[in-house]
C-alpha cells in the first residue's frame, strides 16, 4: 500500500512538474518530509510573488475605510457575477509613505476617499501570516479614472433624473413676490451659514429665517439635508436655501448624491443653493430652481431681489402719486365746469321765467285796460242817449265796471304771484341740482385726497421708516454711495437729524 501511495505522489509530483515547473521546488515534498505552516505561508508568499511579477493594478469598490495613524486601510469588494459565485473581498494596505503621497494627489485633485467609490489600486500581493487572507500593499491609487468614474456616475444620475422630468420641476415651483421667510439648510459652524446671515442682517430687510441645522459631509450628510429640505416645504416658508461654504471637491459629494437631489426637486416651494466656491456645481444645484457659486453670492441675491421690490413699490406710489394729483387736478377742473354751466344754466332759467311773467303781466294789464276803456266808452255813448233820471242805473254800471276792473287786477296780481312762486320753486329745484352736483364733486375730490395721504411719503415715516438723504437733499439707496467724512441727513416723522459718517478700518480696506 505505502509503494502505491509513493507512485502516485510520483505520478502527481510528474503532473505538476509538466505544468507548473516553477512550483516544484515550493511545494514538492515526500510525505515524510511535511513543512510546518509558518513554511508553508512562506512558501506561498514567495509563489504569489513569482507568479505576479511585481505589483499589479486591481480595481473594486470601497466597502470599507479605515484612516489611523497616518495610515490607511481599505477593503474592496466585488459582487458576484451568477449565482454560482460568491461575493469576493480584498484587503488593501496604504502605508504611511505610500499613503502621505496619495492623500496630497486627492487634495490637489479635490477628491476623497468614502465607502461605495470604485477605485483602481497598484501594488504588491502579499499573504498576511496568521491568517491565510491576500492583502495588497498599496502604492498609488489612479486618480484619473477615479474622476472619470465620478463624473460618469454623475452624468448617469443626471440623465436618470432629466428623464423624469425632476432637474426642471422645482423652477417651475412659484417663488412669493416678497420672499422674507427662509429656510435655511446649513451647518451653523461653517463659514457659508455665518456669511450668508450677515448679508441679510445687514441689508436691514425684516428676513424671518427658518433653520434646520445638519451635518453637510460625511456618510449620514446626503440623508441630513434631504430631510431637512423635504420639513421646510411643509413648513410655510417662502424659499429654501440650501449651503455649504467652500472646500475640497470631495467636501461636496453630500450635494452630488440621488437623494439630495430628489429632495430638492420634489420639494413643494422654490430651492436656491450656494454651495462651495465659484466654479463648483453640484446635482443639487442642476435641480435648484436656482444656484449661486458661494453662500455669499445666494444671500446678496435674495437682498436684491427684495430691494428690487421694494423700488418697484415706490416707482408704483411716484406714479399713483402723479397719477392722483392728475386726477384731483382733473376733477377740481371738471368740477368748476360744471359749477358755471349750472350756474349759467339757472341764470337763464330765471331770466327767462322772469321775461314770460313780466311779458304775461303786461298782457294782462294792456287786456284789463282795453276791456275798461271799451266798457266806458259803451257807457259814455248810453249815457249821452239816456236821460238824467238814467244817472243811478249809470252809476250802478259803473260800480260794477270798478269791481270788475278791482277783480281783474286781483286776477292779474294772482297769476303774478304763482308765476313768481313757479320761478321760486324752479330756482329752488335748480340750486338743489347744483349743490348735489357741487357735493358729488366734493365726495370726488376728498376720495382723491384720501388716496393722496395713504400714499405720502409722510404716512411711511409715520410707521417707523426713516429717509436718509446726501447734503444735496438726493436719496441714499445704498451704503456704498457713502464716504466717510459725509454729511447726511437723516428724516424721522418728528423731523431731521444730521450726521457724519464714519468707516471702520475693515470697511476702509473695501472702498475703491
Not at 365726495?443 to 417707523?464: C, I, K, M, S
Amino acid at each position: 500500500m505505502f509503494r502505491h501511495m509513493s507512485s502516485t505522489i510520483r505520478r502527481s509530483a510528474a503532473v505538476r512538474v509538466a505544468r507548473y515547473p516553477s512550483a516544484v521546488t515550493l511545494f514538492d515534498t515526500w510525505a515524510g518530509e511535511a513543512m510546518g505552516i509558518r513554511d508553508l505561508y512562506r512558501r506561498v508568499s514567495v509563489a504569489i510573488a513569482r507568479g505576479l511579477r511585481g505589483e499589479v493594478w486591481v480595481r473594486g469598490e470601497i466597502s470599507a475605510l479605515r484612516e489611523k495613524n497616518r495610515w490607511c486601510f481599505v477593503t474592496l469588494a466585488e459582487p458576484a457575477r451568477d449565482g454560482h459565485e460568491a461575493d469576493a473581498s480584498l484587503d488593501v494596505v496604504i502605508w504611511r509613505a505610500a499613503w502621505s503621497r496619495i492623500g496630497a494627489q486627492l487634495a490637489d485633485r479635490g477628491l476623497a476617499l468614502r465607502e461605495g467609490m470604485t477605485v483602481s489600486l497598484r501594488g504588491q500581493v502579499v499573504l498576511r501570516p496568521g491568517t491565510g487572507r491576500i492583502q495588497l500593499d498599496c502604492s498609488m491609487l489612479d486618480t484619473d479614472a477615479l474622476l472619470g468614474e465620478m463624473a460618469a456616475r454623475r452624468m448617469a444620475l443626471r440623465r436618470t433624473l432629466a428623464a423624469e422630468g425632476l432637474l426642471d420641476a422645482n423652477r417651475r415651483r412659484p417663488l412669493a413676490l416678497v420672499p422674507l421667510r427662509v429656510g435655511l439648510v446649513a451647518s451653523r459652524d461653517s463659514q457659508g451659514y455665518h456669511d450668508l446671515r450677515n448679508v441679510l442682517d445687514a441689508s436691514g430687510y425684516a428676513f424671518v429665517l427658518v433653520e434646520r441645522p445638519v451635518t453637510v459631509q460625511g456618510p449620514g450628510a446626503p440623508g441630513e439635508v434631504a430631510a431637512a429640505v423635504t420639513s421646510l416645504g411643509a413648513d410655510a416658508v417662502d424659499l429654501v436655501v440650501v449651503v455649504r461654504g467652500g472646500g475640497a471637491r470631495a467636501d461636496l459629494d453630500a450635494f452630488d448624491s440621488e437623494l439630495v437631489a430628489r429632495a430638492v426637486a420634489q420639494v413643494a416651494v422654490p430651492v436656491w443653493t450656494g454651495l462651495g466656491h465659484t466654479g463648483d456645481r453640484c446635482l443639487a444645484d442642476d435641480a435648484a430652481a436656482a444656484s449661486h457659486a458661494t453662500p455669499t453670492a445666494c444671500a446678496q441675491a435674495l437682498v436684491a431681489r427684495i430691494a428690487e421690490f421694494e423700488r418697484g413699490v415706490g416707482e408704483r406710489a411716484r406714479r399713483i402719486e402723479a397719477l392722483a394729483r392728475r386726477c384731483g387736478a382733473a376733477a377740481s377742473e371738471q368740477l368748476e365746469g360744471r359749477r358755471r354751466i349750472v350756474v349759467r344754466s339757472a341764470a337763464a332759467q330765471l331770466d327767462r321765467h322772469g321775461d314770460g311773467i313780466t311779458r304775461r303781466t303786461g298782457e294782462l294789464q294792456a287786456c284789463a285796460r282795453r276791456r275798461i276803456s271799451a266798457e266806458a266808452a259803451a257807457i259814455t255813448g248810453h249815457a249821452q242817449h239816456l236821460p238824467r233820471t238814467a244817472g243811478a242805473t249809470v252809476d250802478e254800471r259803473l260800480g260794477r265796471l270798478h269791481l270788475q276792473a278791482s277783480t281783474t287786477s286781483r286776477l292779474a296780481r294772482r297769476d303774478l304771484e304763482r308765476g313768481e312762486d313757479g320761478l321760486r320753486a324752479t330756482a329752488g329745484s335748480i340750486g338743489v341740482a347744483t349743490r348735489r352736483a357741487v357735493d358729488g364733486g366734493e365726495r370726488e375730490l376728498a376720495a382723491t385726497q384720501r388716496v393722496l395721504v395713504a400714499f405720502d411719503p409722510a404716512r411711511q415715516l409715520e410707521r417707523g421708516w426713516s429717509l436718509t438723504l446726501d447734503e444735496g437733499g438726493g436719496l441714499v439707496r445704498r451704503s456704498s454711495e457713502l464716504r466717510s467724512g459725509q454729511r447726511i441727513i437723516s428724516r424721522f416723522v418728528d423731523g431731521d437729524r444730521t450726521s457724519v459718517v464714519e468707516v471702520d478700518d475693515a470697511e476702509r480696506g473695501t472702498q475703491p
